[in-house]
């Protein structure tokens, strides 16, 4: 069904009829007979274990689940709005010098249902956006304290498997830099959120795809040359003789053999783990970088630089607007997250979400819609975009949701939170997952 079908024009809901209540036993019937043949596939490649098995399980509750209170609520709603109009019936209110905060509440003509979000509009030049790490008990202390005003922020390690040292779970997938410090390279092309600090009395905040090409690395403490430029992110056909290639798992499993002359890094994060003169197998969030050879003791530390300097930024992903291409962003085969590389709902399935985008006059949108919840099912990236869209954001980047989506002000969650799906009397589950990563807004 054309999911973008009442954007522009309001209409009444459906009468209820005895329809509804076939087409529910249809979606019972329909999920059990998928759930069986899953369960039934032989293991393969793909299954590395039966935690995978799980995962299309979990995905294939959220869809039957969320489509059901979706078509429950179009139903019986009296009057649908169209995303201008939900978007129109919100007040922004001040919560703190450079904040404004929105709570979206409604039932629309789409095939989400009710929507129920809340939106914080920042102002880049009074708060900076400090992208960080936040899984250490000192940062999560920050995250209650009265004055934080922050979001969750970009994907981590959690749901695939094998996780192999030196990766650990819950480690950062893609671009972050804190204060200006690489804490995690560009790995994969991925929409992020880049704030270059203020120059000439102007904030420089963007949403934009980020790949490792023109990145330089150095080995610290090496004492012959060895800082390297990246020439070439995932080259389709290999690596082309004489320069820097970087490989991460949206290539494959394995990397090609690095030619004469030349040697093949495997690394992880900000450290280089291995060197080879060999095909060598991918890290899961890291990469395996052929370049001009040189000799180092492993393992040492890399240190990274971009393009451009850099105050903070956290990679998300995939870009909402104007298209959404999961797979030039690099959300293919066995790259992280292996829910948005292997979906296999087709940005059917409504969930909970985070975006965020930079209107024409500056200020930076994040959107933290509600899911997994009778009463707001969630939304599809396509629709995260549109709302992003109507909130006057002609560019957005998607960022981590599900059970990771957050909004805090003045220390305190202001969404609902949930590990999985709840009832119309189960509001926010007791078992909340810990922020891994948050964007927090600091004062400049």
């Known amino acids: ?27 019972f ?15 393969s490649a793909r299954e590395h274990n039966l935690s995978r098995k ?24 009296e009057t649908l709005l169209t995303l201008p109009e939900l978007v129109k019936s919100a007040s922004f209110k001040s919560v703190a010098p450079g904040i404004e905060h929105a709570v979206l509440s409604g039932v629309t003509g789409l095939r989400c249902g009710p929507i129920r ?30 004055d934080c005003y922050a979001v969750s922020g970009g994907f981590f390690l959690f749901s695939e498997a094998p996780i192999l040292e030196p990766s650990k779970r819950t480690d950062p997938v893609g ?22 600090g203020v120059w000439g009395g102007e904030s420089v905040v963007k949403v934009k795809e980020m790949s490792s090409e023109y990145w330089t690395f150095t080995v610290e403490g090496c004492d012959e040359p060895t800082k390297r430029t990246v020439s070439w992110h995932n080259p389709p056909n290999g690596p082309p003789g004489g320069d820097t290639s970087l490989f991460s798992r949206a290539y494959g499993l394995r990397s090609p053999a690095p ?22 197998d991918i890290p899961l969030a890291g990469a395996v ?55 296999e709902t087709f940005d059917q399935n409504l969930l909970p979400r985070m975006a965020c985008g930079v209107t024409p006059e500056g200020a ?43 909004a805090i002000i003045g220390g305190k969650v202001v969404d609902t939170t949930s590990e999985g799906v709840v009832g119309g009397s189960e509001k926010g589950a007791s078992n909340v997952r810990p922020l891994k990563s948050a964007i927090i807004f600091e004062m400049r």
């Open 289 to 343: 970088i052929i370049c001009p050879e040189f000799t180092a003791s492993c393992p040492c530390t890399l240190s990274w630089k971009g393009p451009s300097p850099i105050v903070s930024a956290m990679a998300g992903g995939p870009m909402l607007n104007p298209v959404i291409d999961k797979s030039s962003e690099e959300f293919a085969l066995t790259a992280p997250p292996v829910t948005f590389s292997q979906d």
């Open 1 to 27: 069904a054309d999911c973008t079908e009442a954007v522009g024009s309001k209409r009444k809901a459906p009468p209820q009829t005895s329809k509804n209540a076939t087409t529910h036993s249809v979606f």
């Open 175 to 196: 671009l972050l830099v804190t204060d200006g410090a690489v804490v995690n390279p560009p790995i994969f092309n991925r929409g992020s959120l880049v704030d270059y």
């Open 259 to 280: 030619w004469k002359n030349h040697v093949a890094l495997t690394v992880v994060g900000t450290q280089l783990v291995s060197m080879s003169h060999s095909a060598s």
């Open 54 to 77: 799980a995962l299309r399980i979990r995905a294939l509750a959220d869809f039957y689940y969320s489509q059901a209170a979706a078509l429950h609520h179009l139903s019986s709603a």
């Open 364 to 406: 930076v949108v994040f959107l933290a819609v509600d899911g997994r919840d009778m009463s707001a099912p969630g939304v599809t990236l396509h629709i995260l975009g549109d709302l992003m869209r109507a909130l006057g954001c002609e560019n957005s980047v998607n960022m981590d949701g599900g059970s990771s989506k957050r």
């Open 117 to 146: 979000a809340n939106v914080l509009r920042v102002d880049p030049l009074v708060r900076k956006l400090s992208c960080c790490d936040v899984r250490s008990t000192e940062m999560q202390e920050r995250l209650k304290e009265p």
């Open 29 to 43: 019937a329909a999920m059990v007979m998928r759930a069986t043949e899953i369960l039934d596939e032989p293991a």
